[in-house]
């Protein structure tokens, strides 16, 4: 069965620290994966794609991630965070056009 | 572009009201979503269209949830009677179907009480 998984309900990390947030997949082919941040309060913004390709994409607010197909990951990094990046981040998966998602971890930044 | 517009963005109501629901997708886009989010149950999808045809509604909760998309620039998601457990964040999203990225708009908060 397709599905994601975020095994981190909250994270806490300080302010200039660096941050990885993890999510597995499951999916019996090449997958198309994303990840989203969902401020409070806000819709979901899109953050980064892997279709295919290089397996280290970068994204906006300096996020990038790796796709370890090995791992079955695609963990999301940033090397120095900032409080505006307290928010809820989602990892999700592509299925015939539609997305499975995973449950999100929320990311709190200590000053 | 303006992105996915979504009204209202604040909706209270009382229970055995009817609510409408409104989005506009982004032009060109000819796929639309609608989630719903809770604390409980996180983000859930509800209904997905495409090219204006409804794909797959297996995420409607109940009989009392219906969408429609009459054109490619508007869609409706209608609760009738509203309850109290469907007080969540609805969202619409939109992508074009090649590229698979969904454009979420900024929520309309339901409130049933």
């Known amino acids: 069965a397709q599905s994601v998984t975020q095994p981190d309900i909250h994270i806490t990390v300080s302010e200039g620290a660096s941050l990885e947030l993890r999510c597995n997949y499951s999916?019996?082919?090449?997958?198309?994966l994303f990840w989203y941040v969902q401020s409070p309060g806000q819709g979901l913004q899109l953050l980064l794609k892997?279709?295919?390709?290089d397996t280290l994409v970068q994204g906006i607010k300096g996020f990038e991630a790796e796709f370890k197909r090995s791992q079955s990951s695609f963990n999301l990094r940033k090397p120095s965070v900032h409080w505006s990046d307290a928010a809820e981040y989602f990892c999700?998966?592509?299925?015939?056009?539609?997305?499975?998602w995973g449950a999100g971890t929320k990311l709190i930044i200590k000053p | 572009d303006a992105g996915v517009i979504q009204s209202p963005r604040h909706e209270v109501t009382e229970m055995g009201q009817e609510v409408t629901l409104r989005c506009k997708p982004i032009?060109?886009?000819?796929?639309l979503f609608w989630y719903r989010q809770t604390m409980m149950r996180g983000l859930e999808l509800l209904i997905y269209?495409?090219?204006?045809?409804?794909?797959?509604d297996s995420g409607m909760p109940e009989d009392r949830f219906s969408a429609k998309m009459p054109n490619a620039s508007f869609s409706t998601l209608k609760i009738q009677p509203s309850e109290p457990r469907d007080s969540a964040v609805y969202f619409c999203?939109?992508?074009?179907?090649?590229?698979?990225?969904?454009?979420f708009g900024p929520g309309t908060r339901l409130t049933v009480t």
């Open positions: 999203a939109s992508s074009f179907e090649a590229t698979y990225e969904q454009y």
């Open positions: 032009s060109g886009h000819n796929s």
């Open positions: 269209f495409n090219n204006n045809v409804p794909i797959d």
């Open positions: 999916y019996g082919a090449t997958p198309y």
């Open positions: 892997y279709f295919s390709g």
């Open positions: 999700a998966l592509d299925s015939n056009y539609q997305l499975i």
